[in-house]
C-alpha cells in the first residue's frame, strides 16, 4: 500500500472512530434502559465463523419512498469496510444479479446462501431492510427519518452470524434562525422550515444510521483491534427476524454461471 494512500485509510478510519464515538451515545439513550451483553454473548458464530469477505445484497424497501434502496445502497460499503471486512464491489455485484434477472432482494431471499459463495466467493451475506424514510412537516418543525435493519448470514452454516437496526433523527426545523417573534417571526420560521425540509439529504442520515448499527458488530480481520472486543458491551436488541414456518420448504431460484 503507497504512503497516500496509507494516510487516507488512516485519517478515514480516525473519523469513523470520532464518529462512532459521537453517536453511541444517541443509540444508547434512544433505546432506553435495555439489557446489555457482550458481542461475545450476543454474536457467538462472528467468532467461530470468523467471516471476511462479504456480499452486500440490493437493499429492501418497506417504506413508501421510491428512490431510497438507489440512495441507501451507496451508504453501506465504506462503513462495514472499515469495520475490517472487505466488502465486494456493490456496484459489480448488483449488475452481476441484474443480469441473471434478479434485480430485487426480495427475490434472493430463497436462494440457498451457499450458491453465493459458489458464484461470488462470500464467507457470508449482507441484507437490509429500509425500515424507516420519512420526513415529518408541521409548518415550523419537521425532522427527517431513516431506520435500517441489518442482517448478516453464513454461507457455510446459513446461519444468523449478526444482525442489529440504526435510526438516526434530524431536526430540520432550523433551530433558532433568528427571524424574530411574532406573525412575522411565524411565517419566516415556516419558510425556512418548508426550504429544509424540501432540500433534505437522505444520504448522511442513512450513513449515520449505518454507524450506529455498525459500531456493534465484531470487528473484521482487516481491523487493527480484530479478535480483541468479545467483552465489550452492547445494547440488546430484540431481532425483528422472523424464521420460516416449519415444513416450509425453500424453492431453489435458478442462478445461471
Not at 462512532?20 to 446489555?36: D, T, V
Amino acid at each position: 500500500m503507497k504512503p497516500g494512500e496509507r494516510l487516507h485509510r488512516t485519517r478515514r478510519r480516525t473519523a469513523w472512530v470520532a464518529l462512532s464515538l459521537l453517536l453511541l451515545p444517541l443509540a444508547i439513550l434512544s433505546q432506553g434502559c435495555e439489557k446489555r451483553v457482550t458481542k461475545a454473548e450476543k454474536f457467538p458464530l462472528m467468532y467461530q465463523e470468523q467471516p471476511l469477505t462479504i456480499l452486500v445484497l440490493p437493499p429492501m424497501n418497506e417504506t413508501t419512498a421510491a428512490d431510497a434502496k438507489e440512495y441507501y445502497a451507496t451508504t453501506i460499503a465504506e462503513p462495514l469496510s472499515l469495520q475490517g471486512f472487505y466488502v465486494l464491489p456493490i456496484e459489480v455485484t448488483s449488475d452481476i444479479l441484474k443480469n441473471q434477472g434478479l434485480y430485487d432482494a426480495e427475490l434472493l431471499v430463497g436462494v440457498p446462501l451457499h450458491r453465493f459463495r459458489e458464484y461470488f466467493g462470500a464467507d457470508a451475506v449482507l441484507f437490509t431492510t429500509i425500515k424507516k424514510w420519512d420526513t415529518y412537516y408541521a409548518v415550523i418543525a419537521s425532522s427527517l427519518t431513516v431506520s435500517v435493519y441489518m442482517v448478516l448470514k453464513s454461507t457455510k452454516s446459513d446461519q444468523v452470524l449478526w444482525d442489529y437496526t440504526g435510526t438516526v433523527a434530524v431536526d430540520l426545523s432550523g433551530g433558532n434562525t433568528g427571524t424574530g417573534g411574532g406573525l412575522a417571526g411565524l411565517i419566516a420560521k415556516a419558510v425556512v422550515t418548508a426550504v429544509s425540509t424540501a432540500m433534505a439529504d437522505y444520504v448522511p442520515a442513512a450513513r449515520n444510521a449505518n454507524y450506529v448499527a455498525l459500531t456493534n458488530i465484531p470487528f473484521g480481520k482487516y481491523h487493527t483491534s480484530y479478535n480483541t472486543d468479545r467483552a465489550q458491551k452492547i445494547i440488546e436488541q430484540k431481532s425483528p427476524e422472523k424464521e420460516s414456518p416449519k415444513g416450509e420448504e425453500t424453492k431453489e431460484q435458478p442462478v445461471k454461471k
